[in-house]
Every structure is written in C-alpha cells, then in structure tokens.
C-alpha cells in the first residue's frame, strides 16, 4: 500500500499545472511545435492548455486573451485548489491513504502544494508590524488575521521565530533565535554555537533572489555569509531534509537521528522545498487528532519530497503551528486550534 501510495503521489504532482490540475474532458490541448531536434519546446507566451476560455503555458501561468487576469478554483470536496496569473501558478492536492496501527487504522492525509513563482512574482514573507522595541513577527497574531492584514494568494507558516522570542524574554524557553531573515532585512543572527543538539536544531534555509534555495545544517554559515550571498528569506528550523538532492539521513532516520525521540514518531509536520528556481514544493501532513490521523515522520516526510523532485527541503515548525491558507481561507491546519502566528511565507500579493 505504501509503495503504490508513493507512486501515485509522485505521479501527481510530476505532472505540471497545465498538464493535469486543470484537467478536464473539456480541456484542449494546443498542438506545440517541436524544435530542430525533434523536441517540443513550448515558449513561455504560447499556451499548451485551454479550458473554458482560459489558456496556460507549459508552467500553468496565463497567457493569451482570457476570461479575467487570475484563474481560480476552490473544490474542497474533492480536495484541490487552484490559482493562475501571468506570473504565478499554485495547485494544491490532498491526499489520503488508511495506514494500519496497532490500535487499528488511522488516516493519512498529505496536502501538496506545487508552486510556480517568477521573478515579478517571488516567494515573500507577512508578518506583524515591529514594535517600538521588538522586530516585524515578534507579536502573534490569528493566521487568518495575519493574512486579512496582508492579502495574498497562499500563506503557509513558517519557523516560528517570534515565538522563541517571546519564549527567550519571558523565561520560558533558553534556545536561541536562529539565523532570521525576511524580505531582506536581517532579524536575528542568534544560533547555536554550543554544539548541543536540540530540537529545534536551527538548520536554515535561504531564498536567494534568483528564485533558489539553499539548505544548511546550523553552524555551517553565519548572519554575515548569508548577506554576503545577498540572501532574501533565512527560515531557521529543521532538521533539514534535503541537500543537493540528498537526504538528511543523520537527522531524518528515526534509526540514525541525533533527535531519536523528534524524529521516529508521527505528527503534524510541515515542509518547504525547492525544485528548481522559483518552482517549490510544500507538504502538510494532519496528525491531530492522534485517534483519527497519523502525520509523517521526518524520514517519512523528507522521502515524499524528494520522490516529488526536490533538491533541496527544510522541516518547518509543525504540530498546532502548520497550516496553509489559501484565497483568504484556511484549508488545512495541524491541530484542531491554529496557535497564534507572528509571520508566514507567502505567494501572490493581492
């Protein structure tokens, strides 16, 4: 069941958003011509699918005369969400398979979200505004409320800084922040020096502004380096999952991990990940309540990204923090109640 699982996962999502999101016995598929070697090789301005009046290229962005500047669609019942302009394309698809327990069956639900960015479309952060003395994040917010104040096309949470931050200053937690960086501007340089490995480890993951990504296990790189490389976006979580096309089998590996306890049992989890520039990958898997899901692993988890193509993937704070948000609603979250957040990574300003 796990291998055809796998399988028709993959299958899923290798598919590109013109190819298949959009789907339907009324689609048409617009004949592409084939360059000297025999290749098709579709250009970015010409569509290879049209539904309804409605054209989309070969990365699912609009091109061409249609009904409106955005494509939208919204069926939960079947379990997938849509969106497509000129310059970004989001499909969202859940998944669900019965997994057998030793207490009986529980399900597995997955919610991949394969997105399409570009440079006039790029992937960004929200957060709440600084206080006079605490930086942009700091303060929480509802996620619905975080992202009524800030209009996007998907809101998906992140690693959670403000909450080490507050944890820091009020006594309750002594982990440092990790590297922090947002839209450019650096938030945090505080990370484990020590050594010690905790959970969270604080590995990173940078968004460069070719659309890249590039994961890094915690000590690997500094505040400094990650300017000097002129990096947009540090998540500091994990562990990380993938780097250069390689699993994190030290930190996943519920055998091998430096995190035996995190890393073996199944919960809520949340992932961000690069296919390449400007094309990435997230997965959400719901394991609460414990007696009706069954969540993922870090093994599990980094396994479906990397099957799905991802070079590079980081581990973001999951539990009663993942959730994704899209067109304005949540449509998947981690706990019966979303905790408060103070940013999220984002697509599609509105």
């Known amino acids: 069941m796990k291998r055809l699982f796998s399988l028709f996962l993959c299958a899923v999502l290798l598919f590109s958003f013109a190819d298949c999101?959009?789907?339907?016995?009324?689609?048409?598929?617009?004949?592409?011509?084939?360059?000297?070697?025999?290749?098709?090789?579709?250009?970015?301005?010409?569509a290879v699918t049209e539904k309804d009046g409605w054209h989309f290229n070969a990365?699912?962005?609009l091109v061409g005369e249609n009904p409106g500047e955005e494509y939208l669609q919204e069926d939960e019942k079947n379990g997938i969400w849509q969106y497509a302009s000129s310059n970004l394309a989001v499909?969202?698809?859940?998944?669900?398979?019965?997994?057998?327990?030793?207490?009986?069956?529980?399900?597995?639900?997955?919610?991949?979200?394969?997105?399409?960015?570009?440079?006039?479309?790029?992937?960004?952060?929200?957060?709440?505004?600084?206080?006079?003395?605490?930086?942009?994040?700091?303060?929480?917010?509802?996620?619905?409320?975080?992202?009524?104040?800030?209009?996007?096309?998907?809101?998906?949470?992140?690693?959670?800084?403000?909450?080490?931050?507050?944890?820091?200053?009020?006594?309750?937690?002594?982990?440092?922040?990790?590297?922090?960086?947002?839209?450019?501007?650096?938030?945090?340089?505080?990370?484990?020096?020590?050594?010690?490995?905790?959970?969270?480890?604080?590995?990173?993951?940078?968004?460069?502004?070719?659309?890249?990504?590039?994961?890094?296990?915690?000590?690997?790189?500094?505040?400094?380096?990650?300017?000097?490389?002129?990096?947009?976006?540090?998540?500091?979580?994990?562990?990380?999952?993938?780097?250069?096309?390689?699993?994190?089998?030290?930190?996943?590996?519920?055998?091998?991990?430096?995190?035996?306890?995190?890393?073996?049992?199944?919960?809520?989890?949340?992932?961000i990940g690069m296919i390449e520039p400007f094309h990435y990958l997230v997965v959400m898997a719901k394991g609460r309540p414990e007696n009706k899901y069954i969540g993922v692993n870090f093994d599990i988890l980094a396994t479906k990204m990397l099957e799905l193509g991802c070079t590079e993937a980081l581990n973001l704070d999951g539990g009663g923090t993942a959730c994704i948000i899209f067109n304005g609603k949540v449509i998947a979250q981690g706990d019966k109640t979303v905790r408060p957040l103070g940013s999220m990574i984002a697509f599609g300003e509105k």
């Not at 598929?29 to 098709?40: C, F, K, L, P, R």
């Not at 250069?244 to 996943?252: L, Y």
């Open 21 to 46: 999101a959009i789907a339907s016995s009324d689609d048409t598929e617009i004949t592409v011509s084939e360059d000297a070697s025999g290749s098709a090789a579709p250009a970015e301005d010409k």
């Open 59 to 61: 990365k699912g962005f």
């Open 91 to 271: 499909t969202i698809t859940r998944t669900q398979e019965t997994v057998k327990v030793k207490s009986g069956r529980r399900t597995r639900e997955l919610y991949i979200a394969d997105i399409r960015a570009s440079e006039t479309s790029p992937l960004f952060s929200i957060m709440t505004p600084p206080t006079k003395k605490r930086p942009a994040g700091y303060k929480k917010s509802k996620p619905i409320d975080l992202v009524k104040a800030n209009p996007v096309v998907l809101a998906v949470s992140d690693d959670y800084y403000g909450h080490r931050m507050q944890g820091r200053d009020n006594g309750s937690a002594k982990w440092p922040d990790g590297i922090i960086i947002r839209n450019g501007e650096l938030i945090s340089s505080k990370t484990r020096t020590n050594g010690k490995v905790e959970f969270p480890p604080l590995d990173t993951l940078a968004v460069y502004p070719d659309g890249s990504m590039m994961a890094d296990p915690v000590g690997e790189k500094n505040a400094d380096d990650f300017a000097s490389e002129g990096a947009v976006q540090v998540y500091s979580f994990g562990p990380w999952l993938i780097r250069n096309g390689e699993i994190n089998a030290k930190g996943v590996d519920s055998s091998k991990s430096y995190m035996y306890n995190t890393a073996q049992y199944s919960d809520s989890r949340i992932a």
